[in-house]
């Protein structure tokens, strides 16, 4: 797991909702149906919605 969790280190603080599907393998639309539901945790800046890179690293973690 160590190499996958390393892949976060060199991203930035907040990530694209398609940048974060293609981080755990889903579609883009299934993200987004995964941020509407909260199973995907996400913040809203500028009209953008953003998945926050060190949650994602706990959920591809657990």
Not at 17 to 45: D, F, H, M, Q, W
């Amino acid at each position: 797991m160590a190499l996958t969790l390393s892949l976060f280190d060199d991203l930035p603080f907040l990530l694209p909702v398609p940048r974060a599907a293609v981080l755990l393998g889903i579609s883009r639309a299934s993200a987004y149906r995964l941020v509407a539901t909260g199973e995907l945790p996400s913040r809203r800046l500028g009209g953008r919605v953003y998945v926050v890179t060190a949650e994602l690293r706990q959920i591809v973690a657990a």
